[in-house]
């Protein structure tokens, strides 16, 4: 059976020399193919995270950067270790037809509890990082949201201080514009304070309420459907 250029179902794709792969009805086959050249695009980075499956990480390895560019360092952990729901998922998250890539360890049975270590978007067929990696997983979290957006909680040295911050990706660019976001400081006697300003006990602080930050949370909530594959 041959496949169908037009959008509609499309029961069976063929990949490759002499290889079939059954398409899911009702994604075109100008999309899939799409989507196959995205994955082309982090094949590589797929390859550097899965060659670090069963290896030790102790740290010292000046030659490791160079090796495994794209591989955030955090991703071992205390452990030294590969986490053992290390996952990725590829989601357009601006709606332009390019994928992002999104590398995480996922909870077992729970799609959406994971701990992101990596984001890359796809520039003309070049991958390139959105966010800088240095504390991606240990102090600043980043979740897949709806409605286009990226959201990141910021976590200071200080527990009682946290930020909720969301984010879009600025065009074609590997770049990120801020949307809006709230800062939450817990240590006050006077209970959590919100502010739009890093800095919540600055005198030109801009003070917000509990209602604001809940509405930014039910403007922007976290995606519940991600289809997580295990690398």
Not at 26 to 47: A, R
Not at 170 to 189: E, K
Request: charge should be negative.
């Amino acid at each position: 059976m041959g496949s169908d250029t037009r959008t509609g179902s499309i029961p069976v794709c063929g990949i490759g020399k002499n290889r079939r792969k059954r398409c899911k009805t009702g994604v075109s086959f100008y999309f899939y193919i799409l989507m196959l050249e995205h994955l082309t695009c982090y094949e590589n980075i797929l390859q550097q995270y899965r060659a670090q499956k069963g290896m030790l990480m102790t740290g010292g390895d000046d030659d490791f950067s160079e090796t495994y560019p794209n591989v955030n360092w955090n991703v071992f952990g205390s452990i030294g270790e590969l986490p053992p729901g290390l996952s990725y998922a590829m989601i357009d998250i601006d709606g332009n037809g390019v994928e992002e890539l999104f590398i995480a360890d996922v909870a077992e049975g729970d799609a959406t509890s994971y701990t992101t270590y990596d984001i890359y978007t796809c520039i003309q067929g070049t991958p390139q990082r959105l966010f800088d990696a240095d504390d991606m997983g240990i102090q600043s979290f980043y979740f897949i949201s709806e409605n286009n957006v990226i959201m990141k909680i910021q976590k200071e040295n200080d527990s009682t201080w946290y930020g909720t911050l969301f984010y879009q990706i600025a065009g074609d660019s590997a770049s990120t514009n801020f949307v809006d976001g709230v800062w939450i400081f817990l240590g006050s006697s006077l209970g959590p304070m919100y502010s739009r300003s890093e800095k919540c006990m600055a005198d030109d602080a801009e003070d917000v309420d509990k209602a604001y930050y809940d509405t930014l949370l039910n403007t922007y909530p976290v995606k519940k459907e991600i289809e997580w594959i295990k690398l």
